[in-house]
């Protein structure tokens, strides 16, 4: 069976969970505090998730770790056939694994009932081998995600109000689109859906307050959450073959939230800058981190673009958004991210997504919990 590290509540391991029951993968999901060591050896970093493969490679990153898995199998893929739906298929992954992470994290940790649930959970799963009472520890989780992943991701007075409307409209353009299907291009769960599941369900369909915005504004997006946790064994089914409404709705959104940051994420990298600011919808971000990670995952959609031809190329391009979208073809603009550079991903050495100082919190709280359990043994 495989190991899969991760959290009961983490974004990416609930999107690699819907994967793994949609195959019939069987896994064991085990704790990364008690076994970091073996992971950062394995793996190179501590994030969730990380997985241990049956004959004992580690992989990390769910974008190439999904890929790594389709390619092992044959049959009817979760990329669609078609170059020009399978390109724009994978900037909605991207989109949703990235984009809608801050959103994610704000309706978790602003907000008092979610910050009570999610901060017990953690506590639970990651401290339980401290000295020191519970609500302490809730509290010193609490401080480190809201500092790290809420105030010092750019939500601030000014942008709160964008941030929420953001996943108020991934709300209303996702129910669009389950109005005409099941599934967000077809019949059958492709990776857009997996992409999507990754906020969909462990933050805004979990979490108290997104989780009641989302019954009351998005009934069908709630009940394709419980859908992708419970596929129908049954794997057929036809994937679109072109562009509609509802889906070009969601890939204007997507170039003009996404697209926008990667580009000034990668400029401020090119520039040796730590931080950078954006200007979203109207929306003005400041002091937001910047991300080596995210600089590669612009790369990659590059890579992606570079692959199709002419004729694909046109295809999507009639879907996007210009000037945002153009970053997806123009003479390379920036600096290489230098992480990955010979693409063994998924089996390379990880980075964290944001290499600040809180990435360490994670090593520092199972180094004390390994060091207690050895010193009671
Ligand atoms: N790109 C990675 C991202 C994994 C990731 O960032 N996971 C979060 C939790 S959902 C994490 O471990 N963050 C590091 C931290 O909180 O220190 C993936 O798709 O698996």
Not at 71 to 92: M, T, V
Not at 107 to 116: A, K, L, V
Not at 118 to 143: I, Q
Not at 348 to 376: C, E, G, K, W, Y
Request: glycine content about 6%.
């Amino acid at each position: 069976m495989i190991r899969v590290y991760g959290s009961r509540i983490s974004y990416y391991t609930g999107k690699l969970e819907a994967y793994l029951r949609y195959r019939q993968i069987d896994y064991q999901l085990l704790s990364m505090v008690e076994y970091a060591d073996e992971i950062i050896a394995g793996a190179g970093a501590l994030q969730a998730p990380v997985v241990q493969l049956e004959d004992g490679r580690w992989v990390s990153d769910t974008t190439p770790i999904l890929a790594w898995f389709e390619a092992q199998r044959e049959g009817p893929s979760i990329y669609p056939h078609d170059p020009a739906i399978r390109f724009i298929s994978l900037l909605l992954e991207d989109h949703a694994d990235e984009w809608l992470w801050r959103p994610a994290m704000h309706y978790r940790w602003s907000f008092t009932q979610d910050r009570q649930h999610a901060s017990g959970v953690l506590a639970d799963e990651l401290m339980s081998g401290l000295h020191g009472p519970r609500f302490a520890k809730r509290f010193v989780m609490t401080r480190r995600q809201y500092n790290g992943f809420v105030k010092g991701d750019g939500v601030s007075k000014t942008t709160r109000g964008h941030v929420e409307a953001t996943a108020m409209r991934a709300y209303e353009l996702l129910e669009a689109i389950l109005e005409e299907r099941p599934f967000l291009l077809g019949d059958r769960p492709s990776i857009v859906d997996f992409g999507f599941m990754a906020s969909m369900f462990r933050h805004f369909g979990q979490d108290p307050t997104p989780a009641e915005l989302m019954r009351q504004r998005a009934p069908r997006v709630f009940a394709w959450v419980a859908r992708m946790w419970e596929p129908p064994a049954e794997k057929g089914g036809q994937l679109i073959a072109d562009v509609d409404e509802p889906l070009s709705d969601l890939l204007r959104e997507a170039c003009q939230t996404h697209l926008v940051q990667l580009t000034e994420n990668a400029r401020a990298h090119t520039a040796g800058k730590p931080r950078f600011g954006q200007d979203i919808q109207g929306c003005c971000y400041e002091d937001l981190p910047v991300s080596r990670y995210r600089v590669w995952c612009l790369e990659q959609l590059r890579r992606h673009w570079q692959d199709l031809d002419a004729g694909a190329q046109a295809r999507v391009r009639g879907h996007l958004v210009e000037p945002e979208a153009s970053v997806l073809w123009e003479e390379e603009p920036f600096t290489n991210s230098g992480y990955d550079p010979e693409g063994l991903a998924p089996f390379n050495r990880a980075i964290n997504v944001f290499q600040h100082p809180l990435s360490r919190f994670m090593d520092a709280t199972s180094r004390l919990v390994r060091r207690r359990r050895t010193h009671h043994q």
